[in-house]
Each structure stands twice: as C-alpha cells, then as structure tokens.
C-alpha cells in the first residue's frame, strides 16, 4: 500500500526566510505532485514531476524529485506573506491513476 | 466551461437525509474523479471514471456512496441516509489526459 509522509505538518516562518517541505512515499511511482490550497478553497496544481532528478521552478518555488530516494523536496526562497497556505504532495502510483495524498503542510509567513 | 463547477458550495444536511453533489468537468475532459477531504487532512480517493464508465469505486467508504456520470460529462455523487462521519468537503478533478487534474471548488457537507 503506497503511503506518502510530508514533514513538517505545520511551518510558520519570517518572510525573507528559506525553507523546505519534503515528501516521502513508499513505493515505485510514476508521477508526484505538488499543490497549494488556500483556507476553503479548492486545490491549485503547482508541479507535476515526472522523472527522478525532475526540477521545477516558479517564482520563489522549487520543486525535485528524486525517484530512488522516493523523496520530493519543495523548497522555499526568500519566502513573502503571500506564500502562506497549505502545501500537498500527491503521488500516482504506478499503474494506478489514484492519487494518495500527504496530509499536508500548513505554512504561515509572517511579516 | 473554463474550470470544473461543483454544486452546491455548501450542504448541511440532517442526519439521515439523502443529498446529492454535481460536478460539471472541463468540457472535452475524459478522466472524472471524486475525492473526499476531511477538515486537516489530505484528500481520500472515492470513485474515478473514463467517460461514462466508472471503472473504480474502490474508494467509496460504504454501500450509501453512488456516483454516476450517464452521459460522460456532469457527474453526480449521491449520499444516501447521512450520518456525522460523512461531513467533509467532496472534490471533483477532471483530466484531458494521463495526468495533470484541475479540481474544483469543492462541496462542504455538513451532516447535523
């Protein structure tokens, strides 16, 4: 059963600040994804990585997948108050179009 | 239309009611998928389906769960006698392709 563990769960931070969120799963997968959810809104994709050693950028996002490891890493530079909302991981298994999620990591950047 | 619409935003439905939740997908968007979010959580898979064909259920928690999509677009997912533990936000995500999900807003369902 594929399992996906984000760490930390909770993150509050000054702005200007650097910071990383890591995702672990544990089995082989094909697809890992990134998303952000603001307090009751819906989920915004932010990344699909596809390959190990696949790395994205947008603004102060980045996002790496390393498949042998299992372990995807969102990293977070010179963070801005805007930045503040909950950040999921879900990975596609293989074969499998399920998503299994990580429970989150809620983000709070503080002026 | 430009992005996936669920109807309605919020539920709140006495125990023991049926409800029914609506999911418009992307026009042309084959893959529809439900899941379920409980407060502070990450979402749970519930039901995924290619067209008009539900090709996996295996995540609706109990027989009470139905979901349908007859003509391959709008979807409808159907809860039948809610009880407490059904209260959560119901997520539909539609898919052109192999991957890649635009989800919508979301169904608060609130079972007093």
């Known amino acids: 059963e594929l399992k996906v563990e984000q760490n930390p769960l909770f993150l509050s931070m000054q702005e200007g600040k650097n910071y990383t969120i890591y995702c672990n799963y544990s089995t082989t997968s094909d697809r890992l994804y990134w998303y952000r959810q603001d307090p009751g809104k819906s989920l915004e994709s932010l990344f699909v990585?596809?390959?190990n050693g696949a790395v994205k950028q947008e603004g102060r996002l980045m996002a790496s997948l390393d498949t042998k490891a299992r372990l995807s890493t969102l990293h977070i530079t010179a963070a801005v108050h805007d930045l503040s909302a909950t950040y999921f991981c879900a990975v596609e298994e293989d074969s499998n179009y399920q998503l299994i999620w990580g429970a989150g990591t809620k983000l709070i950047i503080k002026p | 239309g430009a992005g996936v619409s669920q109807s309605p935003r919020y539920k709140v439905a006495k125990r023991g009611q049926d409800v029914a939740l609506r999911c418009d997908p992307i026009?042309?968007?084959?893959?529809l998928f439900w899941y379920q979010q409980a407060l502070g959580q990450g979402p749970e898979f519930l039901t995924y389906f290619q067209n008009e064909a539900q090709l996996d259920k295996s995540g609706l928690p109990s027989d009470r769960f139905f979901a349908e999509r007859p003509e391959g677009s709008v979807s409808t997912l159907k809860i039948q006698r809610t009880q407490q533990e059904d209260s959560a936000v119901y997520l539909c995500?539609?898919?052109?392709?192999?991957?890649?999900?635009?989800f919508g807003s979301g169904t608060r369902l609130t079972v007093v």
């Open positions: 990585l596809l390959s």
């Open positions: 995500a539609s898919s052109p392709t192999p991957y890649g999900y635009t």
């Open positions: 026009s042309g968007h084959v893959s």
